[in-house]
């Protein structure tokens, strides 16, 4: 059974930098397409990012198109979501996710198999 576990998430302020991390254990994960998604307080869960098992697939959602990067270490069974220029809209919950669509269908086709997420709080 695949399991997700996310981290890296924290408060910072406005205009700094995060990176959370998703491992990724019971699957080969080099099979895996992955996805970034995050909700935010009383809004619906959004896609932010994918990234096929070509790492060089990837996908990004217009808010944050050019300051996030999505990246895989296969070796470490590892998925990255570097975030640079945060901004307060970025706060929410950010989950990885994978199973059942692919990092080009990953935006409207939902991935089966989630995380738990983690807090990422930008401050003004």
């Known amino acids: 059974q695949v399991q997700l576990v996310e981290s890296g998430g924290e408060l910072v302020q406005a205009g700094g930098s995060l990176r959370l991390s998703c491992v990724v254990f019971g699957r080969t994960f080099s099979d895996l397409s992955m996805g970034w998604f995050r909700q935010a307080p009383g809004k619906e869960r959004e896609f932010v990012a994918s990234?096929?098992?070509?790492?060089?697939?990837?996908y990004y959602s217009d808010p944050v198109r050019g300051r996030f990067t999505v990246s895989r270490d296969n070796a470490k069974n590892t998925l990255h979501l570097q975030m640079n220029s945060l901004k307060p809209e970025d706060t929410a919950v950010y989950y990885c996710a994978t199973g059942g669509t692919t990092a080009q269908a990953m935006a409207v086709l939902l991935p089966r198999i989630w995380g738990q997420g983690t807090q990422v709080t930008v401050s003004s």
């Open positions: 990234i096929g098992r070509d790492p060089i697939a990837t």
